[in-house]
């Protein structure tokens, strides 16, 4: 299957996004989103929506998946774009003894493209995959 230009630099980014989560690596994950992303959790009693600085400040306190010698568990899912400026991503990835189902809406700005809202949900993996 060929992949379109806009994909292959969303999976770029999403590359990143991954790698930036399992290394909790704020810093990575800054560059990824747009400066006004939202940060929305939706498990019921989990609930909140962060901006950008308040995630990263979760981010840094939080012991990475990759320092616990966790193994990687990621896949997209799914990408739709629409007019080369806007994109939207599922991808589901397991840490923390957790399982993870992200929808992310991406936006281009300046030739690049950033998330612009992560809005995911959880529930719990037994396994600790």
């Known amino acids: 299957m060929k992949t379109s230009a806009p994909h292959e630099a ?7 996004y991954f790698e930036g989560l399992y ?3 704020s810093t990575l994950l800054a560059s990824v989103f747009h400066p006004r992303a939202q940060y929305v959790n939706t498990v019921p009693g989990d609930e909140r929506i962060l ?4 995630y990263q400040h979760l981010l840094d306190q939080r012991v990475s998946p990759a320092s616990n010698g966790e193994p990687r568990h990621e896949r997209v899912i799914s990408i739709e774009t629409t007019a080369n400026t806007m994109a939207f991503a599922k991808v589901q990835m397991s840490m923390m003894g957790r399982d993870y189902t992200d929808f ?6 300046q030739n690049q493209w950033r998330i612009i ?3 995911f949900h959880y529930q719990p993996n037994p396994q600790g995959d």
């Open 23 to 25: 290394q909790a690596d």
């Open 117 to 119: 809202a992560k809005v």
């Open 51 to 54: 901006t950008l600085a308040q």
């Open 104 to 109: 992310l809406t991406l936006i281009r700005e």
């Open 10 to 16: 969303i999976l770029d980014l999403l590359d990143a």
